[in-house]
């Protein structure tokens, strides 16, 4: 892969990463309910979701973008660089929380079982 179609398909994962959040706002409603409800309904239950599901931080590693000479490619990658055959391969390291789709639906459970709904 080339640096300028890296660079493209970084900019397109980030734009996307930043766009996620934003897609899956959730406005939480219960008859009677006012902000101060939700919000010791929001804090209970992230609280029990965290406790059911901890955070598990799982960091994995893969190949970049290949270079021919090592300093150009240490140059452009703070993360370091690992040589297969004649080329330097950049090192992705990408962290993420393996427990975190079932956190959210442990959440949403909560939230259903003290009568709140999704809007």
């Known amino acids: 892969m080339k640096m300028s179609q890296e660079w493209l ?3 397109f ?3 996307v990463l930043l ?10 409603v219960k008859p009677g309910a006012g902000p101060a409800a939700l919000d010791a309904a929001t804090t209970h239950c ?15 590693t893969s190949r970049g973008a ?4 090592r300093k ?3 140059w452009y990658n703070s993360s370091g660089c690992i040589k297969s055959g004649d080329q330097y391969y950049a090192v992705n390291k ?3 929380d393996t427990n975190s789709s079932g956190r959210s639906a442990i959440f949403r459970d909560c939230m259903y079982q003290d009568g709140w709904r999704e809007q």
């Open 9 to 11: 398909v970084w900019r």
């Open 72 to 74: 150009k490619c240490e």
């Open 94 to 96: 990408t962290t993420t």
């Open 13 to 15: 994962c980030t734009i």
């Open 46 to 60: 992230r609280a029990v979701a965290y406790a059911t599901l901890p955070a598990n931080m799982v960091t994995t």
């Open 19 to 28: 766009a996620l959040p934003l897609a899956a706002c959730t406005t939480w």
């Open 66 to 69: 290949s270079y021919d000479d």
